[in-house]
């Protein structure tokens, strides 16, 4: 899961993303509106989180307000000091899912990203399951026909990401834009050595079953049975 936070104080800004890598998502920071709206609209998010106040913009709603314009259909969450009725109803009404008053603590904060992440994947659910192969986003559970497989972090998001597209191809750009953030310096073997990590796991110890994760010669991988 991507996420984008548009938030000029950097100390909060900071903050909340390395809090959210500490859950396994990708986090891009904007700490002013222009380069928030130029992310927004450039790139793929799962969640934007957006500041009310910023600076080269008129606020954050303007740059929900140019997002819904666009047709993309990404949860926004505000983050704001003015959190009167007025100012509520009218983020929401431009196009933003939740407020979020501040000052707030992180596990109020985090608790929002989740089920605002989950509103957009309800069809799938918490589990994400393919032949034998499960996910949960919940509680970091990956098992394979009943057995626990341990992953880290970054493992268990390019896992999830796999299996939300199982059994299409996913290229390998945009494995890399969705499990490493925007600002991070990904080697080119970064992603093909995650990829080893994850087969010595998932398939590695399961030698009567069929190998599920498949490398695409020329555009990618993914999980398949076939």
Known sequence: MRILIVEDEKKIADALKKGLENKSYAVDVAYDGQKGLDLALSENYDLLILD???PLIDDGL????EVREQGKNVPILILTARDTVPDTVQGLDIGADDYLAKPFVFAEFLARVRALLR??????????????LSLNTDTFEVKRNGTNIQLSKKEFALLEHLLRNAPQIVPKEN???NIWSFESDVLPNTLEVFIGYLRQKVDKPFPDQPPLIKTVRGFGYKIDEM
Do not use: F, P, Q
């Open 52 to 54: 009310r106040m910023l």
């Open 62 to 65: 303007t740059i929900a307000k």
């Open 119 to 132: 509103r957009r994947t309800e069809i799938i659910g918490d589990v994400i399951e393919y032949a034998g």
């Open 175 to 177: 494995l890399i834009d």
